[in-house]
């Protein structure tokens, strides 16, 4: 569950004095899935609209290490999760 609760020290740490758009993407798609799982919900979207191919590639990969499921349609990145 510590997962869910907080990013650790180092991560929020890194986050804050990267100005790089990998952290931006990471952090939105964070806030996402936040918000989908304080609704209940198994899913989300993000907008990719204007996303370097290399940032969403990146988030893809992670979101894959972590177990999720993801599809990217145009400008849409749809992510879910279910056990």
Same mark, same amino acid.
């Given at each position: 569950? &510590?997962? !869910? %609760?907080?990013m650790s /020290?180092? $991560?929020a740490? &890194? $986050?804050?004095?990267?100005?790089?758009?990998?952290?931006?993407?990471?952090? /939105?798609?964070n /806030? $996402?899935i936040?918000? /989908?799982?304080?609704? &209940?919900?198994?899913?989300?979207? %993000?907008?990719?609209?204007g996303? *370097?191919s290399d940032?969403?590639?990146? %988030?893809?990969?992670? +979101?894959? !290490? *972590?177990?999720?499921t993801?599809?990217?349609?145009?400008?849409? +990145?749809? !992510?879910?999760?279910?056990?």
């Amino acid at each position: 569950m &510590n997962d !869910i %609760v907080l990013m650790s /020290a180092i $991560a929020a740490h &890194n $986050a804050a004095g990267d100005t790089g758009t990998q952290t931006d993407r990471m952090l /939105a798609t964070n /806030a $996402a899935i936040q918000t /989908a799982v304080t609704s &209940n919900l198994f899913t989300c979207t %993000v907008s990719v609209s204007g996303w *370097k191919s290399d940032d969403l590639q990146w %988030v893809l990969e992670q +979101l894959q !290490i *972590k177990g999720y499921t993801r599809s990217v349609t145009t400008t849409t +990145l749809t !992510i879910t999760w279910s056990f």
